[in-house]
T-cell receptor, first 110, second 112 residues
Framework: GENVEQHPSTLSVQEGDSAVIKCTYS??????FPWYKQELGKGPQLIID?????GEKKDQRIAVTLNKTAKHFSLHITETQPEDSAVYFC?????????FGAGTTVTVRA | EAGVAQSPRYKIIEKRQSVAFWCNPI?????LYWYQQILGQGPKLLIQ????????DSQLPKDRFSAERLKGVDSTLKIQPAKLEDSAVYLC??????????FGSGTRLTVV
């Protein structure tokens, strides 16, 4: 099955700085890579996704890059704000099933 | 559109007792998933339904866990008997064409 590794496990940034989270996956057949944000007591919420035929996607302050050759994808958050504090999960999908990374706890310091 | 509804939000039971969780997916979403999220970890797939048929239950501990999806809409997940290690958040998700999952808020189970 698919194995997704995510780093770092915790990330503390100053408000206004950038945050980067990196993930690797094992199954070259994976073709869809979503990122989820999970706040305390809530379910994961999709924030951005990328498909295997695209190298980069941007939505306002967040962007995702994908390197299929290296089986590596990353989430970039620019101009971080206190409301960006949450747990972020990367995931890789194969055969309509998602495998998740272990999560990154992001803390934005005011 | 209404989101994925789950109930109850919290449940505390003693080990060896049974418990059931309910999920109502987004209308029109044919695919429904149950995930288990242990504290500090990412969600782990337990079972996937397509309409009312099981697509993948390879990660479901079938000696104690069972799930059904009647009429291709609502689903229930049951644990009997519960163990301490079943303490987790149980998340239900649905999708229309296999991606862009929408998750519910989950049921937090504590087994004491």
């Amino acid at each position: 099955g698919e194995n997704v590794e995510q780093h770092p496990s915790t990330l503390s940034v100053q408000e206004g700085d950038s945050a980067v989270i990196k993930c690797t996956y094992s199954d070259s057949a994976s073709n869809y890579f979503p990122w989820y944000k999970q706040e305390l007591g809530k379910g994961p919420q999709l924030i951005i996704d990328i498909r295997s035929n695209v190298g980069e996607k941007k939505d306002q302050r967040i962007a995702v890059t994908l390197n299929k050759t290296a089986k590596h994808f990353s989430l970039h958050i620019t101009e971080t704000q206190p409301e960006d504090s949450a747990v972020y999960f990367c995931a890789a999908q194969w055969d309509y099933k998602l495998s998740f990374g272990a999560g990154t706890t992001v803390t934005v310091r005011a | 559109e209404a989101g994925v509804a789950q109930s109850p939000r919290y449940k505390i039971i003693e080990k060896r007792q049974s418990v059931a969780f309910w999920c109502n997916p987004i209308s029109g979403h044919a695919t429904l998933y149950w995930y288990q999220q242990i504290l500090g970890q990412g969600p782990k797939l337990l079972i996937q339904f397509q309409n009312n048929g099981v697509v993948d239950d390879s990660q479901l501990p079938k000696d104690r866990f069972s799930a059904e999806r009647l009429k291709g809409v609502d689903s229930t997940l049951k644990i009997q008997p519960a163990k301490l290690e079943d303490s987790a958040v149980y998340l239900c998700a649905s999708s229309f064409e296999g991606d862009g999952y929408t998750f519910g808020s989950g049921t937090r189970l504590t087994v004491v």
